[in-house]
């Protein structure tokens, strides 16, 4: 079991800036790969990006390729989403997630087991 609290969320102007963490505690956190997944009002949850237990490539939705990096800090048992050059259909809630062995694709929710409760990120036009 482990549990997931992120933070860092806000109100920010289109080309701005902001840095999602997610703090993990329960079992070990290196074993768990994370993902970043966001859900807009009336749409579903949708993938963002992603990166294994070993800190490998990661992986990008092709909407935030290129403007958002996902890290990880073994050491502190947390996650990092930056964000830049925010736009405003980046507007929604933001998740953290984490699985030890994914059981499909990483880019569905359903393969994740762990969730936290999410942080809104509002961009301004």
């Known amino acids: 079991q482990v549990q997931l609290v992120e933070s860092g969320g806000g109100l920010v102007q289109a080309g701005g800036s902001l840095r999602l963490s997610c703090a993990a505690s329960?079992?070990?956190?290196?074993?768990?790969?994370m993902g970043w997944f966001r859900q807009a009002p009336g749409k579903e949850r949708e993938f963002v990006a992603r990166?294994?237990?070993?800190?490998?490539?990661?992986s990008y939705a092709d909407s935030v390729k290129g403007r958002f990096t996902i890290s990880r800090d073994n050491a502190n048992n947390t996650a990092y989403l930056q964000m830049n050059d925010l736009k405003p259909e980046d507007t929604a809630v933001y998740y953290c997630?984490?699985?030890?062995?994914?059981?499909?694709?990483?880019?569905?929710?359903?393969?994740?087991?762990?969730w936290g409760q999410g942080t809104q990120v509002t961009v301004s036009s």
């Open positions: 329960g079992r070990t956190f290196s074993v768990y790969s």
């Open positions: 997630a984490a699985v030890q062995e994914y059981r499909g694709s990483f880019y569905y929710p359903r393969s994740y087991d762990y």
């Open positions: 990166i294994t237990w070993g800190g490998g490539t990661p």
